[in-house]
């Protein structure tokens, strides 16, 4: 049974994976930041910490472009963490939507879906399709033809017509 794969479930899934790698670091960063209160404690823990988020996600969704969607909505979300309130909360609203926006291009070009191969009764109906497609465009273009010869009886007449008038 093939996946689904349309955009909407795409978006709601980097949705979901962006809303909860954002809580799980935000929570963590709360922590690391109550019992060490030094910058470069952070700034070392919090690259591991996300990197091995990543790897459990990676392996409980089998998404890689999601969740490298989410992973670079975070890096650009906790670069931006200050102690301006104000830009946590516009960095918290959007990075939703960035991951999304991330996730989806990066699955669509960095990690396409590979195609399962086709069934042989798969192939049977492509091959009718184009044989129908192919028989519709000879009609056509007989039909094409008899126009053109049509037009041109036409232009004769109306040339021979256009001779006696003159």
């Known amino acids: 049974m093939r996946e689904d ?42 690259p591991i910490g996300v990197m091995l988020f990543i790897k459990c996600m990676n ?3 089998k998404q890689p472009g999601i969740i490298n969607g989410s992973a670079a909505l975070l890096i650009v979300y906790f670069t ?31 990690h396409p879906k590979k195609e399962e191969p086709k069934t042989i009764d798969e192939l049977k109906q492509d091959l009718k399709q ?19 010869e049509r037009n041109e009886k036409f232009n004769e007449k109306l040339g021979k017509k256009m001779d006696h008038n003159t």
């Open 5 to 46: 794969h349309t955009l909407s479930i795409r978006f709601g899934k980097a949705l979901l994976i962006g809303n909860t790698t954002g809580c799980v670091i935000s929570l963590s960063l709360v922590v690391i930041r109550h019992f060490f209160p030094y910058m470069w404690v952070e700034a070392i823990t919090l």
């Open 59 to 61: 392996h409980w969704h």
């Open 80 to 110: 931006s963490q200050g102690h301006q309130s104000v830009l946590k909360a516009i960095f918290r609203i959007t990075d939703i939507f960035v991951g999304a926006m991330i996730s989806i291009f990066i699955n669509r070009f960095v």
């Open 130 to 148: 184009i044989q129908k497609q192919e028989a519709d465009l000879r009609k056509m273009e007989q039909q094409l033809q008899i126009e053109i």
